[in-house]
């Protein structure tokens, strides 16, 4: 309810801005220590915070070049 309006607001696509917001919020979830899923699953297998952040990085960094390449390419040809 809150996303069409501002979809339309900015002439853009609504299901490109329902795409964002989720490609934005599975790329945060992935690095955010607050996570009780990630931070549960750091600490079962042992693995540090800050090893995990370095390794998640490249992977992070591509995913969020990926989705604003395929998000312009969406808004681009509506």
Known sequence: PVLA???DF??????????????GSGIVQMVTPTSGALVGML??????????LRFVAPLALALL??????????VGFR
Not at 10 to 23: C, F, L, N, S, W
Not at 43 to 52: D, E, H
Not at 65 to 74: D, G, I, V
């Open 5 to 7: 309006p501002l979809a």
């Open 65 to 74: 070049l990926l989705s604003a390449l395929t998000l312009s390419l969406a």
């Open 43 to 52: 600490a079962i297998g042992r693995v540090p915070l800050q090893r995990w």
């Open 10 to 23: 900015a002439d853009a696509p609504r299901h490109a801005i329902v795409t964002a917001y989720v490609a």
